[in-house]
T-cell receptor
Framework: NAGVTQTPKFRILKIGQSMTLQCTQD?????MYWYRQDPGMGLKLIYY???????DKGEVPNGYNVSRSTTEDFPLRLELAAPSQTSVYFC?????????????FGEGSWLTVV | AQKVTQAQTEISVVEKEDVTLDCVYE???????LFWYKQPPSGELVFLIR??????QNEISGRYSWNFQKSTSSFNFTITASQVVDSAVYFC????????????FGDGTTLTVKP
């Protein structure tokens, strides 16, 4: 019963390093999302995708890139990590608005940039 | 534009008290969905309930109940006889068909239930 799986769970990056957060879902959802949650705050949408090959920016896309080559996978790339990117990152997926758009989240990835 | 307001930043109650978490939303769409999610101290986000804009019936699930009122654009969540395990951050969210599937989340309400 995997659902949405994201890796790694924890990571410490140095300023200027790059990394990719991996995300895969096995629910055949068309829509996938990346959110970030800063300490004590709500969720902010970074990027989302409505299907393979289609991605679009959310509220806070600067410093990130995504790709969606398959329905299952939606990796998030951090280029030139900065301390402001210290956050918890959640990958999520849903069937989309036509079927109620219930979003299912991965367990989160805790990223610290030092 | 969509907006979700959870005016209560933090609530603290003693076990067995009832508590209501408020959620007020804004949207111009006539078709939309409202959600509540729970984020326990372990950090994961757990889906609790979804309501669509055409169904104003209140819902009860065990100790949880939800009151949806379109007239006041509110979707409030009540926990009856609260327990320590209910301590979490609770998020209200809104998804409208015309917003390309993007959901808008409130800033969350941190509920602490003391023994």
């Amino acid at each position: 019963n995997a659902g949405v799986t994201q890796t790694p769970k924890f990571r410490i990056l140095k300023i200027g390093q790059s990394m990719t957060l991996q995300c895969t879902q096995d629910m055949n959802h068309n829509y996938m999302y990346w959110y970030r949650q800063d300490p004590g705050m709500g969720l902010k949408l970074i990027y989302y995708s409505v299907g393979a090959g289609i991605t679009d920016k959310g509220e806070v896309p600067n410093g990130y890139n995504v790709s969606r080559s398959t329905t299952e996978d939606f990796p998030l790339r951090l280029e030139l990590a900065a301390p402001s990117q210290t956050s918890v990152y959640f990958c999520a997926s849903s069937y989309g608005p036509s079927t109620g758009n219930t979003i299912y989240f991965g367990e989160g990835s805790w990223l610290t940039v030092v | 534009a969509q907006k979700v307001t959870q005016a209560q930043t933090e609530i603290s109650v003693v076990e067995k008290e009832d508590v209501t978490l408020d959620c007020v939303y804004e949207t111009r769409d006539t078709t939309y969905y409202l959600f509540w999610y729970k984020q326990p101290p372990s950090g994961e986000l757990v889906f609790l309930i979804r309501r669509n804009s055409f169904d104003e019936q209140n819902e009860i699930s065990g100790r949880y109940s939800w009151n949806f009122q379109k007239s006041t654009s509110s979707f409030n969540f009540t926990i009856t006889a609260s327990q320590v395990v209910d301590s979490a951050v609770y998020f209200c969210a809104l998804s409208a068909n015309t917003n390309a599937g993007k959901s808008t989340f409130g800033d969350g309400t941190t509920l602490t239930v003391k023994p």
